[in-house]
């Protein structure tokens, strides 16, 4: 069975860095739930536009 979620590493500009850290502060989430939902949000975004 495979892992439901995968470890990756990425470089990512410092600017959009300290914005997502304080909105997902601010939705009391962590980095990488918000990480997941903003991207989630995106590919839904782009499906949407299909």
């Known amino acids: ?3 439901l ?3 990756i590493s990425i470089t990512i500009d410092n600017d959009i860095l300290l914005k997502l850290k304080e909105r997902a ?3 009391d ?3 990488s739930q918000y990480i997941n939902i903003v991207l989630k949000q995106h590919i839904k975004e782009l499906e ?3």
């Open 1 to 3: 069975m495979r892992p």
């Open 48 to 50: 949407d536009m299909k």
């Open 25 to 27: 502060e601010y939705d």
């Open 29 to 31: 989430r962590s980095l």
């Open 5 to 7: 979620k995968e470890k």
